[in-house]
């Protein structure tokens, strides 16, 4: 079809009987999703769908529509991309953008930040008009052509917080690894509390200040052979899962990715490897299928070992690199200090969801980088 996706919705006033329900409640909304052949997305798609019918009120607003024109109304109001026109209209919203740019350009910024997620439902078309680059970051899937017209780069990074610019520092690293920005200049971030309609904090970042004790005096933030867009992806399924966990529980996991021959040299199997035997584009982390793939086999004891290119080699592998100088904060466990030390020996990247805390901690050359702040 020319649509990347369609979305169907049954509703039953009655409510249909479910063996999944709870006690004797009945479902009165069915949601589906068809996607096309190119949609990539899909999963991010239905769970920004699934935070929509987490809102009572637009739930009991379709279940109670008097008819089908009415319920077709209401679904546009509540999945059709609800633009914030008023929002944008706010005086103080207009304020801190055109301060933004007067500080950008004051503090000799290079591009300016706009974390999209402050509004719900994005950013109405034709909001931003300046003259300085700007890039927007999401947590939620963008059309291509619709993000060229309104911003010079779009970065998507997996967030669940809603604190202030949660995903400022991933955000900053990705930028960096897909040659967006300069390691030696600074940009200007402006966003507020996801879904307040309100901006209301203003950043200026110094790159190499932010980023110099992860660098360790070097320039190179990615291994020779490891993709962008491989990092982000990986980073995207760490922030789930350090989110959501699996079936209710917290999960730990470990990545190690790039460098994959000589990782191979200091680890093990700790149970039969599950993605023997596949194609390596079957078991490839680009590869939207993957996402739950990955997640299910976390729960495995050990650690994933991920190619540059994006194949997932191994899991459930021990990692054992203990020869190598490196320090960590107190508290940390042994999970950590494998990531820290194959990061060393090996010049890879790794990352660690911590099963304690919910943080998601990237290593590379056995310095540590806070992704995600900890669970509350």
Avoid at 313 to 335: I, K
Avoid at 354 to 363: H, R
Wanted: proline share 4%; glycine share 10%; charged share 25%.
């Amino acid at each position: 079809m020319s649509r990347r996706y369609v979305l169907a919705i049954g509703r039953s006033r009655a409510g249909i009987r479910h063996d999944g329900g709870k006690d004797d409640e009945r479902i009165r909304l069915i949601v589906m999703l068809i996607a096309g052949e190119r949609a990539r997305d899909y999963l991010q798609v239905l769970a920004s769908i699934a935070r929509q019918v987490k809102e009572q009120e637009l739930v009991d607003n379709l279940v109670s529509a008097p008819d089908l024109d009415a319920l077709h109304e209401r679904l546009l109001a509540g999945f059709g991309g609800i633009r914030p026109v008023q929002a944008w209209q706010n005086r103080i919203n207009r304020l801190m953008f055109q301060e933004a740019q007067r500080v950008a350009k004051g503090a000799d910024c290079g591009s300016i930040m706009v974390f999209g997620d402050t509004f719900v439902g994005g950013i109405q078309p034709g909001a931003l008009r300046a003259k300085t680059k700007t890039i927007l970051v999401t947590r939620n899937p963008i059309e291509p052509t619709e993000a060229q017209r309104e911003f010079t780069e779009t970065i998507q990074v997996r967030s669940f917080s809603s604190q202030r610019m949660a995903q400022l520092r991933s955000a900053i690293l990705v930028a960096l690894t897909r040659g967006i920005i300069p390691f030696a200049g600074r940009i200007c971030c402006i966003g507020g509390v996801t879904g307040s309609n309100q901006f209301d904090t203003l950043t200026v970042v110094d790159i190499e200040r932010e980023f110099q004790t992860l660098l360790t005096g070097e320039q190179d933030l990615l291994p020779d052979d490891v993709k962008p867009e491989v990092l982000e992806r990986v980073i995207g399924i760490a922030t789930e899962l350090a989110v959501e966990g699996r079936e209710g529980k917290p999960v730990g996991c470990l990545f190690v990715v790039g460098a994959t021959e000589r990782v191979l040299k200091f680890t093990k199997p700790l149970v039969l490897n599950p993605f023997f035997g596949y194609k390596e584009e079957d078991r490839n982390i680009l590869n939207p299928f993957m996402d739950e793939t990955i997640k299910e086999f976390s729960s495995i004891d050990g650690a994933f070992v991920i190619r540059g290119d994006g194949v997932v080699e191994t899991a459930g592998s021990l990692v054992q690199a203990g020869d190598t100088d490196f320090s960590l904060p107190s508290g940390l466990g042994s999970r950590h200090a494998a990531a820290a030390a194959i990061s060393i020996a090996t010049q890879c990247i790794a990352l660690v969801i911590s099963s304690s805390s919910g943080q998601v901690m990237l290593f590379r050359r056995g310095v540590m980088l806070p992704l995600t702040e900890k669970r509350q």
